[in-house]
């Protein structure tokens, strides 16, 4: 019995990183269909979970309010549920569309890494601590996933495997290379080459009065890449709460 439940313990294992890899194979082949399914699990998601959290966390704030009005708070929880539906959704978009397949490539490989890291920390919760996953990855992992996601983008600039545009470049494109109507996938390489300028023009300022260790560090904070966590977070709660599922059917 034993040497079957580790057998079925290494499949489920098998099983979570072949997930991982599939959703960033997803965004790296098919940015907008990525992005509609981040917004629409985002959503689906949030609709409950947000209606949840209101229901406790209104009369916290409001004294004397036992009891809120359910289509009050539904409509509250449906509005935020929305709206981080749609910026996990232009999150996912800018960041797997582009016209570099290479750089696309180490995003989506920095991207299933962080996403791994996610559920397994959603699991090891869960276990330990009886966490409920889809709780903490929707309202307290899209942090940390962001400050992991823009680190290992920052990690792989500063190794040379992602070249920086200059601004003098970025602005000759933008005159005389990007064509009257732009496709998504042309703003979106624009846009990152622009998130990567500004970073390294946060680390050139701020090295002026601190080092550059510090610099980078706070570079990576400040990264529009961060917003990536809210992409992550929610492929790693859904993995993590189906894993943990398995884990607790095992006989």
Not at 40 to 51: D, F, Q, R
Not at 77 to 103: H, I, N, P, Q, Y
Not at 205 to 216: F, I, Q, Y
Request: proline share 4%; no cysteine.
């Amino acid at each position: 019995m034993i040497v079957i439940r580790i057998l079925l313990n290494g499949v489920i294992m098998v099983a979570e990183i072949a997930a991982v890899a599939g959703v960033a194979w997803l965004g790296y082949t098919h940015p907008f269909l990525f992005a509609a399914l981040t917004a629409a699990l985002s959503l689906v998601l949030g609709l409950g979970l947000e209606t949840k959290r209101l229901s406790f966390e209104l009369p916290f704030y409001f004294e004397g309010l036992r009891s809120p009005r359910l289509l009050f708070v539904a409509l509250v929880g449906s509005v935020e549920a929305l709206l981080k539906a749609v910026l996990a959704g232009l999150a996912a978009l800018f960041t797997f569309a582009g016209t570099e397949s290479d750089r696309l490539f180490w995003v989506a490989v920095v991207f299933g890494i962080t996403t791994y890291v996610g559920a397994s920390a959603l699991r090891g919760l869960s276990v330990s601590f009886r966490a409920q996953p889809w709780r903490w990855g929707y309202f307290r992992l899209a942090p940390p996933l962001g400050l992991a996601f823009s680190a290992g983008i920052a990690a792989l600039a500063a190794a040379g495997v992602l070249t920086t545009t200059s601004v003098g470049e970025i602005g000759w494109r933008l005159v005389w290379e990007l064509p009257q109507k732009p496709s998504v996938s042309q703003v979106s390489e624009l846009f990152f080459q622009l998130k990567q300028a500004f970073d390294d023009f946060i680390v050139t300022l701020l090295k002026t009065v601190m080092s550059e260790h510090w610099a980078r560090l706070i570079a990576i904070a400040v990264s529009v890449n961060v917003l990536t966590g809210f992409v992550a977070s929610v492929y790693a709660s859904l993995i993590a709460a189906v894993v943990r599922t398995a884990e607790e059917g095992l006989p």
